[in-house]
Antibody, heavy 125, light 107 residues
Framework: EVQLVESGGGLVQPGGSLRLSCAAS????????MNWVRQAPGKGLEWVSYISSSGSTIYYADSVKGRFTISRDNAKNSLYLQMNSLRAEDTAVYYC??????????????????WGKGTTVTVSS | SSELTQDPAVSVALGQTVRITCQGDSLRSYYASWYQQKPGQAPVLVIY???NRPSGIPDRFSGSSSGNTASLTITGAQAEDEADYYCNSRDSSGSVVFGGGTKLTVL
């Protein structure tokens, strides 16, 4: 069964750090790009970061650039998100999601076909 | 980065057809994908590409695109379709962008 399982969430004080992990199983992890997506309480989905299959290409949302670092260990089938200088507005459920790419007609399309159940991060004093 | 705009809320009578739209400049270059999210659950992919459904998604869900607008249509809405729906695409810089979400109520 294709599966993603996040861990590492918890309560942290403003300015603190946390490292999230996402364990992949049931597919060849090293062949897929991955994303972190978060959802603040009562709010919509917000993309956080993307990493290519090799780790050579990385993108961040402006809201986390310079504070968060995405990485992966293909030998361990794991994705990570190191979160530093945490703020109250980083409070959210954090999901990892598998990224896919296709082409039809003259259009590219991207989609996230597998999602974990999420891990909750609460930033509060 | 570019934005994707969705109506915050839409309602439909049980068994009727509803269309949920998503507007944004990036949709002139990329097909949108659509996700269903029920309370307390992770998002689930329902439509991707030109009009593709993952295995297990009912065929009452369909997608279409024209210009800068993508649409998700539910033909014969069921009570279990009541959920939040999000569109998703990329912008020219490679950043991922989500719409603000549409809350669908089935009456």
């Amino acid at each position: 069964e294709v599966q993603l399982v996040e861990s590492g969430g918890g309560l942290v004080q403003p300015g603190g750090s946390l490292r999230l992990s996402c364990a992949a199983s049931g597919f060849t992890f090293s062949s897929y790009e991955m994303n972190w997506v978060r959802q603040a309480p009562g709010k919509g989905l917000e993309w956080v970061s993307y990493i290519s299959s090799s780790g050579s290409t990385i993108y961040y949302a402006d809201s986390v650039k310079g504070r968060f670092t995405i990485s992966r260990d293909n030998a361990k089938n794991s994705l990570y998100l190191q979160m530093n200088s945490l703020r109250a507005e980083d409070t959210a459920v954090y999901y990892c999601a598998r990224d896919r790419l296709g082409v039809a007609d003259r259009y590219y399309y991207y989609y996230m076909d597998v999602w974990g159940k999420g891990t909750t991060v609460t930033v509060s004093s | 980065s570019s934005e994707l705009t969705q109506d915050p809320a839409v309602s439909v009578a049980l068994g009727q057809t509803v269309r949920i739209t998503c507007q944004g400049d990036s949709l002139r270059s990329y097909y949108a994908s659509w996700y269903q999210q029920k309370p307390g659950q992770a998002p689930v992919l329902v439509i991707y590409g030109k009009n593709n459904r993952p295995s297990g998604i009912p065929d009452r869900f369909s997608g279409s695109s024209s210009g800068n607008t993508a649409s998700l249509t539910i033909t014969g809405a069921q009570a279990e379709d009541e959920a939040d729906y999000y569109c998703n695409s990329r912008d020219s810089s490679g950043s991922v962008v989500f719409g603000g979400g549409t809350k669908l109520t089935v009456l």
